[in-house]
Every structure is written in structure tokens, then in C-alpha cells.
């Protein structure tokens, strides 16, 4: 039998000796039967063996199947597809169904004997995860980590444990980039927790003092819903929910890190092998093994999930749902092609929903934070284009997919990641609720990724300095030494921002809003961006430090451009905007880009256009762009095309359409929210909640002020709004000869912090040793 099977251009042919036959596995089938409808196998491991033979399609009758090991598909399989029977709910379980004994223990919990060999991380009562024993208690408002508490793992609070061994602290980032994890592995001599970990962000940085909280500690069992397992006396202990009835309940516990697992290789690959239809539980969490640093984007990873890739060809996952798996649900590992996701529903896993991760020796000269040498110089820098191997995925779909509630435990992770890795296209995707990105994108290899009618809101959620969309482009190029990057692009090294940024990622046609951040962020060096035809609904956008971005025909509602520490000579172009407020530059010199015109300002009531004069000001550009009423048809309910006649339409704007963000299958779009549409109580998300004087003022010559606004938080890299800004240092000042400069922001003086301009002023002497922020690091200075 040979298939055809078409994907963009390519055509791929694959043949077998034997004819297809279809075969039907059922729970209650036996795997000495043959395998068919009347007489089914019983097990995954044994439809797979049988499948190798008869290359057809194997169907799964309704029930669970739980996985003694994981499935492991490898070239042998190629050509199949293993499909649950239409309407029948097949669920692939990599967890356990316990018969439990239930008697009392003390204060509404109970207690049940359970196998010596039992060990897992997750439990599920009637299908639901329940919560490690945990402090603090497990609150559903609370904004971090579900309840946080600043004494979550203090000297005091682990003094109540009698043997904390195998406890977890979880704690925020300090500046809320994302979060770390600890194993904690005893006491020292003076009481204080003994603990290993922290290796979950490659941003390393002090745990955040607040946002913290602890978990796997039976003094701290307490709550509805909690639970802990004692492994030394096969003891499960369970606070029971109120409605629960824990002797009719159905009870699994998670066993299995990976469920399916594909190994191929790129030159044996596993080919054609489609999975459809299944409901994908019970993996465990992998927080304490995301450790790989991933270049030197912000992100360490864990290479593996419910569902983990490696060496495909042509693999198709649809109609699937992965239901509270612990950590990453599909893994898209180094060399694959032509990958397909689709129709997949994604629902509170624990780590990222699909992430397309290459490998780091593909990349030429590569480069990783904290290994002694962040930064390399122009001449030993690789100047060869693109990847040094094939071993990254590349040219795949991700398509009309459900993903929420991601990041449970891991909070550096998004429900769409890619890094290292070319033309992934992700389309008609619902994403939200989620506390870091709706789409990370980690660097700028290799670009020609696509986003398209995406509808992504309820971001950065739980950290700060981000967007719904997020990406970094530091490459080989950003912070190069030996070469001018504000004149790079204007003689023969004109494409070094290119070499690894290959093809243009595009993003177009999607509907954004962040509460929190940017709509959308183009952070540290992020370059070869196409934005055409995006509605951002309260982030505005954000472009910093890149090159060859154009950005067009996007609409900002109630809010505008964030242009934030550019090259003199970038060759963007922002044309055709339509933006609610003056421009928010950071550190811009004007004039701004290759092009900067034809925007629009929107007015409202504003009638008869006028020059944009403060945006002309702002940019040095602008002398087409106008102020007034865009003429939105429906902007209440969420309809931001223009009427005929709107200024917008003069300069250039051209109408997209406001009906096609998200997911469009029907099952899947009648579980999906929208986004609340905004209104004039919304505000700025980046300077939301800023109450900060601005008022410059003197200080050893310079003029300085409070830092004010997520903005600028973000140029200078801050845990928040603390610090001084240097707004100038002129010459001659002592300041300047001092060693400050313009954009540094002062700290501390002597140790001791610095918060605001009253407290610089308060505790300057005279003579002191000054800690600032510059480039996003840490230096101190002798300031006389």
C-alpha cells in the first residue's frame, strides 16, 4: 500500500508490503485476541505491536486505558494512525487507579493505606486535582501562586515541621520574571532549611521576599481538598472536599512523566503517525528538571511532556484533549518536519501548552547567560547565515487549538514557546488566563514564524515586563562589541541583525489585549518583524532595541507605540497605525526608524483632521500623520473598523476583519471566552496604577526623578518602581565625573535602598558608595 500526503510543498510518499487492516482495542478486550471489532486487544502496547504489521487505523472503544509505561513510537510504527472511535471518550491515563480503605485520622481528614511503591506527585478525586498539603492554603483570588505568604518557608514557620524532607518552595522571581523552585533536603545546625534547586530561570536573581509559599509538608495539611502521602508508612492522608463521598469517589494517582513518546531521528525518522480523538491525563509535574538554559532568552526548559516529539516527519496530533497534565503537554523536541496540532484543547497544564524547542548546538555561535561570558566581540563572532544542522523543528502548524489556564506550577512558560526553531505557524488559537505570555518566541532563530488570527488575552497574569505576545532577539549581534550597532545597517555588515533573524516572523490579523504589560512585546533586540493588521485592546505595542521591523495598519485602543532604547539607524517602519495617545518612547532619539507616517491619533469628536503636532515632536517624523475621530463602526461592541470617510482610510489604514480571532471549531469555540472589550476607565497598562511624582529635580549637577510607570521598570530592568532615574549628566557635572550617566538609576546609597528622590536626598553626605542599574545589571560606583 503507499500514501500520498501533501504539506506546502512537499510531497511524501510512504509504502508498506502488507495491506492496511483495521484493528479495535476496548478495556474489556484481551490482547490474545485478534483484534477486531467483535474481538478486540485490550492494551495500547499490544495495538501498537499488532499495528506494525497491519498499517492501518487502530480505534479505541470508549474507557480509560491507563499506561503501565510509556508509548513509545518509533520508525517501525510509521504510516499509522491510532484514533478514538467517533463520540467515544478514550482517555490515555499515566496515572493509577487506587481501592482505597478510608478510615478517620483527626479534624476531617482521613487516612487509607495505599501500595509500598506508590509514589506521585498528583492527586485526582473524581477527576479533579486536589492540593499537596500546602501554606499558605490554596486560595483561587489570590494573585500568586494561588496564596502566598512572605513566612511561607521562614525559620519560624519550618520550625512546626517535624521532618520537612521533600518539601517544595516555590517562590516569584524578584523582578516577577517568572519563578524558582526548591527541593528542600533538611536543617542546618541553626535551624534554617537546607535546599536544593533554583535553576528553573535563567535570569538568576534572589527569590522574590513575598510571593513564596510551600508544599509536600504534612504539618501543613489543613484544608478541603489537601493531601499528603507518607512513603515511609504507605499512608495517604486526604482532607475530602465538602459533596465528596471518598468511598464512591474515583481515586488515580499520577505515575508517568510522558504518555506518548515519538523517537526518531532526522535520519530515521518516525513518519506519518497521527493520534486523534484522546483524552490525555495524569502525567507528572517536571518543575525540579526544567534546568536547560535556552541561549540567553530569560527561559530554562524540561525537554519532555504528556505528549513528547523527537525525529517526526509528517506527525499529526488532533482533536485531543490534554486535561490538567502536571507539566509541559506537547513537546516538539530538535529535528522534526511538517509537524500538524490541531483542534487540541488544552486545559490547566501545569507548564507550557505545545512548545517547539531546537537544539542549542544547531545555533552558530551560540551564547548563554551566567556561563562567565554574556557578550562576544565582532570578530569571533560565525558570520555564516542561518543553522549550522537540521536538528530544530521546522515548518509546522499549529491550528485552531484551545489553550488556558497553563503555568500552574511553572509560571516561565506560555501556552504557545518557540526557540530554535523555523516557520511555525500558529493560527485560529484561543489563549488565555495564563501568568507569563500568551506566545513566547526566545530568539530570533530562524525566523518565518507565522501568528494568524490568534485571540490572546488574560497574560502576565502572575509576573511583570512582558506582553501577550513576547519575544527577544539576542542574538549574535545584540550586545556585539568591536562594531557600531547604531550604523551597522548602513555598510557592508548591514544583515548581521539578520544572520540568525533569517526570514520575517509575521504576526497579523490577531486580537490582543494585556492588563498587565504590552499587547505586544518586542523586547532586547527583537528583529525581522512584519505587525500588519493587529487589534491591540489595552497594552499598545512595544519594539525595543531591533532592526527590519515594520509595523502597520494596527490599531491601539486606549493606548499607543512603545518605542523603548533604539539604534540610531534601525530601518523600521511604523506607518498606517491607528494609536489612542501620545507615543511612549523611552531612550528614543528622533528622528525614529526608516519611516514613521501617515498614523493616526484618535480624537474622539474630533471632526475635521489636523497635524499630529505632538507626534511629529515626539518622533522627528510623522509630517502626514493627523488627529481625529478614527469614526470606529461599533468600537462598544468590539467592531474598531473604520466608517467610510474615517480620516484613517486618507492616510492609508485599510479595514481587517473583527470576526475570525480564535478558535472556529464549534465544540471548541462554545468552550472559549473573548476578551472583556475596554472602556475609557481601562487606562495605560504600562503606567496602570503609577502614582509616582515625575517632577525633575538638581542632584550633583544632573537632573533627576522618580522612576514612574511599567515603562520604564522595564528599560532599566527593575524588580519595580524604585530608584532614582538619571534623566541627564551634562559634562562638567559632578555627577558626570563621577562616573553617572544618563539612564543610570540610582539604587541604594550605602547599602542602603533608594526608593525615591526623598531618599537619595536624605541619605546623601556628601561621599558614598552607589549602587545603579545600567544595561539591566547591577554596578556600584565611589561618588564623591
Not at 514 to 533: A, F, K, M, R, T
Request: one cysteine or more; glycine letters at 10%; hydrophobic letters at 40%.
Amino acid at each position: 500500500m503507499c500514501r500520498v500526503r501533501h504539506f506546502l510543498p512537499t510531497l511524501l510518499l510512504t509504502c508498506s508490503l502488507a495491506p492496511a487492516a483495521d484493528l479495535y482495542v476496548a478495556p474489556h478486550g484481551s490482547d490474545a485476541a485478534p483484534g477486531s471489532r467483535q474481538r478486540p486487544l485490550r492494551s495500547f502496547a499490544a495495538a501498537q505491536k499488532a499495528a506494525r504489521k497491519a498499517h492501518g487505523t487502530v480505534h479505541f472503544l470508549a474507557g480509560t486505558y491507563y499506561l503501565p509505561e510509556t508509548i513509545v513510537f518509533e520508525p517501525a510504527d510509521s504510516g499509522t494512525t491510532f484514533a478514538a472511535e467517533p463520540g467515544a471518550a478514550v482517555v490515555l491515563s499515566g496515572g493509577v487507579r487506587l481501592n482505597l480503605k478510608w478510615t478517620a485520622y483527626r479534624d476531617g481528614i482521613l487516612q487509607a493505606k495505599v501500595p509500598r511503591d506508590l509514589a506521585t506527585d498528583q492527586l485526582f478525586v473524581n477527576g479533579e486535582r486536589q492540593h499537596l498539603a500546602r501554606y499558605p492554603n490554596y486560595d483561587a483570588k489570590a494573585v500568586y501562586f494561588d496564596g502566598w505568604s512572605p513566612d511561607a518557608f521562614g525559620k519560624e514557620r519550618a520550625a512546626r515541621w517535624k521532618d520537612p524532607r521533600g518539601g517544595y518552595m516555590h517562590a516569584m522571581h524578584r523582578n516577577l520574571w517568572g519563578d524558582f523552585h526548591y527541593v528542600i533536603t533538611g536543617r542546618n545546625a541553626a535551624g534554617e532549611l537546607t535546599y536544593e534547586g533554583g535553576w528553573q530561570n535563567n535570569r538568576a536573581a534572589p527569590m522574590h521576599d513575598k510571593y513564596r509559599y510551600v508544599e509536600n509538608i504534612f504539618e501543613e495539611l489543613d484544608a478541603p481538598g489537601e493531601w499528603f502521602l507518607d512513603t515511609k508508612t504507605a499512608t495517604l492522608y486526604f482532607y475530602p472536599p465538602k459533596g465528596i463521598d471518598p468511598n464512591r469517589a474515583i481515586v488515580e494517582a499520577v505515575r508517568l512523566r510522558h504518555l506518548i513518546e515519538f523517537r526518531g531521528t532526522e535520519t530515521a525518522p518516525v513518519r506519518s503517525v497521527t493520534l486523534r480523538g484522546f483524552t490525555f491525563r495524569h502525567a507528572a509535574r517536571t518543575f525540579m528538571d526544567t534546568r536547560e538554559p535556552l541561549l540567553r532568552s530569560d527561559w530554562a526548559i524540561y525537554r519532555g511532556g504528556a505528549v513528547l516529539l523527537t525525529g517526526t516527519e509528517d506527525a499529526t496530533i488532533e482533536d485531543a484533549l490534554f486535561d490538567q497534565v502536571g507539566g509541559n503537554a506537547i513537546f516538539v523536541n530538535n529535528y522534526n518536519r511538517r509537524a500538524t496540532i490541531r483542534g487540541v484543547h488544552i486545559d490547566r497544564a501545569g507548564a507550557n501548552g505545545i512548545a517547539f524547542v531546537g537544539d542549542p548546538k544547531a545555533v552558530r555561535s551560540a551564547l548563554f547567560f551566567g556561563q562567565g561570558k554574556d557578550t562576544q566581540d565582532f570578530s569571533e563572532i560565525d558570520r555564516t547565515p542561518g543553522p549550522l544542522t537540521n536538528n530544530y523543528p521546522a515548518e509546522s502548524l499549529v491550528e485552531d487549538c484551545l489553550i488556558h489556564a497553563t503555568g500552574r506550577f511553572e509560571k516561565q512558560t506560555a501556552p504557545v514557546e518557540i526557540s530554535m526553531s523555523r516557520a511555525i505557524t500558529v493560527r485560529h488559537c484561543s489563549l488565555y488566563d495564563v501568568p507569563r505570555a500568551g506566545i513566547n518566541i526566545g530568539d530570533g532563530t530562524w525566523g518565518g514564524h507565522t501568528i494568524e488570527f490568534c485571540d490572546v488575552f488574560d497574560t502576565v497574569k502572575e509576573t511583570g515586563d512582558h506582553g501577550s505576545f513576547n519575544s527577544w532577539g539576542r542574538d549574535r549581534f545584540w550586545g556585539l562589541k568591536g562594531i557600531d550597532l547604531n550604523t551597522v545597517t548602513r555598510g557592508e555588515n548591514r544583515d548581521l541583525p539578520r544572520l540568525d533573524a533569517q526570514s520575517p516572523n509575521t504576526l497579523r490579523n490577531n486580537r490582543w489585549r494585556c492588563d498587565h504589560g504590552w499587547d505586544i512585546d518586542l523586547d532586547d533586540g527583537s528583529s525581522n518583524y512584519v505587525l500588519v493588521d493587529n487589534l491591540c485592546l489595552r497594552g499598545g505595542i512595544k519594539l525595543r532595541e531591533g532592526f527590519y521591523r515594520r509595523m502597520e495598519n494596527n490599531i491601539m485602543v486606549g493606548n499607543s507605540f512603545h518605542p523603548h532604547v533604539w539604534f540610531a539607524d534601525s530601518k523600521d517602519v511604523v506607518r498606517h497605525n491607528i494609536v489612542s495617545g501620545p507615543y511612549k518612547p523611552i531612550r528614543v532619539n528622533p528622528p525614529w526608524g526608516a519611516e514613521c507616517d501617515f498614523n493616526l491619533l484618535h480624537a474622539p469628536g474630533l471632526l475635521a483632521p489636523r497635524p499630529a503636532a505632538g507626534l511629529q515632536k515626539q518622533s522627528g517624523r510623522d509630517a502626514h500623520s493627523v488627529e481625529a475621530d478614527a469614526l470606529f463602526i461599533d468600537a462598544a461592541r468590539g467592531d474598531y473598523r473604520v466608517r467610510p470617510g474615517s480620516p484613517a482610510l486618507a492616510l492609508g489604514f485599510e479595514n481587517f476583519p473583527m470576526d475570525q480571532f480564535g478558535v472556529r471549531k464549534p465544540a471548541l469555540k462554545a468552550l472559549a471566552r473573548t476578551p472583556e472589550l475596554p472602556d475609557a476607565h481601562d487606562g495605560d497598562a504600562a503606567t496602570l496604577g503609577s502614582t509616582r511624582d515625575r517632577t525633575p529635580r538638581a542632584w550633583l549637577g544632573a537632573t533627576v526623578r522618580n522612576v514612574a510607570g511599567l515603562g520604564e521598570v522595564s528599560a532599566a530592568g527593575l524588580a519595580g518602581e524604585v530608584g532614582v532615574w538619571i534623566v541627564e549628566a551634562p559634562p562638567g557635572s559632578a555627577a558626570r565625573a563621577a562616573g553617572l550617566r544618563a539612564n543610570d538609576v540610582v539604587l541604594a546609597v550605602d547599602g542602603q535602598a533608594v526608593n525615591a528622590i526623598d531618599d537619595l536626598l536624605r541619605l546623601w553626605k556628601g561621599s558614598a558608595e552607589v549602587t545603579i542599574a545600567r544595561d539591566q545589571g547591577r554596578i556600584g560606583l565611589r561618588v564623591r
